[in-house]
Each structure stands twice: as structure tokens, then as C-alpha cells.
């Protein structure tokens, strides 16, 4: 694996990239003027799968262990289910978590909580809430 991310991370440099690793978190910067940053992961040159996904982003909360996770993915599908998908997913003693947009704070104002309009919940479905927390169901 070590062997992997140094290839990986030479090659990035090689392409203009400067590439930091912090505590925990790596930061791509493209070096060059009028250059794009980005990550991209296309779909498999070979024969696609005929289910799941043809190319996904997957974070996790919770790792997999003992058959429990909680993740979410964001997933270019298949041929056969021609959508890109955004998903929430649990399982063993994983719980489904809601998912919430937000307009994070600037740093002047760290410590205020952020204004979260739109909140889609597994149990309540999709809300849209006010600056002053109160929520309501479309539909209601």
C-alpha cells in the first residue's frame, strides 16, 4: 500500500501538483496559472458491472467492522440503472444518519452554529428549516 501512495503522489507532483499531507488530511493544489484542482475517477475501461456503481466516491463514519458500518456514497451507476446516485447507507448496528446542506460560518464567526436549510431525514423525509431551527416537511 505504501508502495501505491508514493507512486501516486510522484506522479501527481510530476504533474503539477503540490501535494501536502497535514494531521490527517492530504490537500491537492494544482502549481500552475489558469489550472484546475481536481480528483477525477472514470469508469473502468474494461466491461462495466451490470449492477452498482461505475465510479463512486465513499466516505465513511464508521468503519467496517463486524459487519457494522455507516457510509455515504456519491455514484456514477450502471448502464442498466442510468443515474448518478447519492447515498446513505448502514449496516449491523450502523444507524442511517440524516443529511444536511449547510452554509458554513467564516472564520470571524467560528463557534456559531451553521445555517443548515435543507435536511433530508431517513424517518421524516425531506425538511426545510429557518434560521430560528424550526422545520418543516414539504408536503405539510
Known amino acids: 500500500m505504501k508502495r501505491i501512495v508514493s507512486v501516486v503522489l510522484i506522479f501527481l507532483m510530476c504533474a503539477g501538483f503540490a501535494v501536502y499531507k497535514g494531521s490527517s488530511s492530504w490537500t491537492f493544489q494544482s502549481t500552475g496559472d489558469f489550472l ?3 480528483i477525477e475517477i472514470w469508469p473502468t475501461k474494461g466491461q462495466p458491472p451490470p449492477t452498482d456503481a461505475k465510479a463512486e ?3 465513511y463514519r464508521v468503519a467496517p467492522s463486524n459487519g457494522s458500518y455507516e457510509r455515504m456514497n456519491w455514484s456514477a451507476m450502471n448502464d442498466n440503472e442510468p443515474m448518478y446516485r447519492f447515498g446513505v447507507e448502514a449496516g ?3 444507524v442511517r444518519r440524516p443529511i444536511w446542506f449547510c452554509f458554513e460560518r467564516p ?3 467560528r463557534g ?3 445555517y443548515c436549510p435543507l435536511r433530508l431525514d ?3 423525509g425531506v425538511l426545510i428549516c429557518n434560521k430560528q431551527e424550526e422545520c ?3 408536503g405539510e
Do not use: C, K, M, Y
Request: glycine share 14%; charged share 15%; no cysteine.
Open 36 to 38: 484546475r484542482s481536481a
Open 57 to 59: 466516491v465513499v466516505l
Open 92 to 94: 449491523g448496528i450502523g
Open 107 to 109: 472564520e470571524s464567526e
Open 112 to 114: 456559531l452554529p451553521a
Open 122 to 124: 431517513p424517518n421524516q
Open 136 to 138: 418543516f416537511g414539504l
